[in-house]
């Protein structure tokens, strides 16, 4: 309530502010709708990914629930910090969702200075970079290469605007052939990068130097491997999970819809993609079997329809679902015009009941994602297998069920066993003066 309160007196400042630079800036507010739109289908044009866009709309509808809320229209930048601090503060979004929010605000405020296409999306960023031709030879060989690789146009793009910078670097310090490199200009041309999420990049470019023949010797063994950072899983326990189940109003049609969801994901783990794809030959009432194919891995998911779960499933298809027929999809839309739930939508109410509910979410995620890994911390707990987790969650390889391990690890630190008492040969050689054992 305190972060919602600050929010809007900020808010309230924006409105009624009396300085003069801050009411010229709102003077050119453009309206948030249209550039919101305008920066949509800009994304479509650069081939983001599906799920890169999905997370974008997450933020943008976000960004718009505040300004509706708050009956604003027009976009500033000033108006782009409140609304990042209203993801951090008042919905509490994940930090990689928080990053995520203030990269589009920078894309909308270069939308709002009048900038457009790429140099919106990729400020400061041109993939154009002035090299020697033997050196841009070079940079246009590895980007052949990664596009031959499958790589989309932004993942290029984007290692086209480092690399091209490490050749940068490298011909500012006289390296204008491959023949001139050396061990300490390489480190030197990475050092001056700055930017930890760019060391990442240059491994694998200088690997590519090395295999293709370019050079005669592997020169990313010298530069450094930034080791990605893997937050701990979201665990909530069984009463939680109960808690968060009871809470569901289910006086609704999307209520019904969601509560079947829900049990979905805390039952079995499902992804959310793959509930999406949900369709009714997947659903076998008469023998009580649930099985698909997976979308990620492509393995077929099969196990028993438990009895709670068909019964949601049967209120929502019997009572909740609209009159789609020739829909083969289970999980449609609440409102007109009816169609198939997306992953996104999916994520998205989730996230909005486990909000509303009881449980306490802080610094926890609260996602559809959330429930998988608290289904394999309880199995794990119980004692089940960790082939039995790996095919309820539907894993490739045991070696994913890892990252979940992890949170037992954690949970035994806070159980330390007493020190025993030494005996025997080495009691004695503890021994202090009186007798007492020095330990």
Request: neutral net charge; glycine residues 6%; proline residues 3%.
């Amino acid at each position: 309530m305190g972060s919602e309160m600050c929010i809007r007196d900020r808010l309230s400042r924006v409105q009624s502010t009396t300085n003069t630079e801050e009411v010229i800036m709102m003077d050119n507010c453009t309206n948030f709708s249209d550039l919101t739109a305008h920066l949509r289908e800009l994304f479509k044009s650069a081939s983001y990914s599906e799920s890169t866009v999905k997370d974008m709309d997450f933020i943008l509808q976000a960004f718009a629930d505040c300004m509706d809320a708050n009956g604003l229209d027009d976009y500033s930048p000033e108006m782009g910090e409140i609304l990042i601090r209203y993801c951090e503060e008042t919905l509490k979004v994940c930090t990689s969702r928080v990053t995520r929010a203030k990269i589009i605000v920078s894309k909308l405020n270069r939308l709002f200075q009048g900038l457009d296409g790429e140099e919106a999306l990729w400020a400061g960023k041109s993939t154009t970079v002035e090299l020697p031709d033997s050196l841009l030879h070079v940079l246009d060989s590895f980007i052949s290469h990664c596009r031959n690789n499958g790589n989309k146009d932004t993942t290029l793009r984007y290692k086209r605007w480092i690399c091209g910078r490490f050749l940068k670097n490298l011909e500012n310090l006289g390296c204008s052939t491959l023949s001139d490199l050396s061990g300490e200009l390489i480190q030197t041309a990475f050092l001056q990068l700055g930017y930890l999420r760019y060391w990442e990049r240059i491994g694998p470019f200088l690997r590519y130097l090395f295999e293709s023949g370019q050079v005669q010797r592997d020169f990313s063994k010298l530069v450094i491997n930034r080791k990605k950072y893997s937050p701990h899983p979201t665990v909530y326990t069984q009463d939680e999970i109960s808690l968060i189940e009871a809470s569901v109003d289910r006086s609704t049609a999307a209520g019904i819809r969601n509560y079947a969801i829900l049990l979905l994901l805390s039952r079995y783990g499902i992804r959310s993609r793959d509930i999406s794809a949900l369709t009714f030959e997947n659903i076998d009432f008469t023998n009580n079997r649930l099985h698909f194919i997976q979308q990620k891995t492509g393995d077929l998911w099969e196990m028993e329809l438990f009895p709670e779960v068909k019964d949601a499933l049967q209120d929502y298809i019997l009572t909740a679902r609209p009159p789609l027929p020739d829909c083969p999809n289970v999980f449609l839309t609440a409102t007109i015009p009816y169609k198939p739930l997306d992953s996104f939508a999916i994520n998205t109410a989730i996230w909005m009941l486990v909000a509303k509910s009881e449980v306490d979410i802080t610094d926890k995620r609260h996602g559809s994602r959330a429930f998988r890994s608290s289904i394999a911390s309880n199995m794990v707990n119980d004692g089940i297998s960790t082939e039995m987790v790996r095919k309820v969650l539907g894993h490739g390889t045991k070696h994913a069920i890892r990252h979940y391990a992890r949170l037992d690890i954690q949970n035994m630190r806070l159980c330390p066993l007493a020190t025993p008492e030494p005996t025997g040969i080495f009691a004695e050689m503890l021994l202090w003066k009186g007798g007492e054992h020095h330990v």
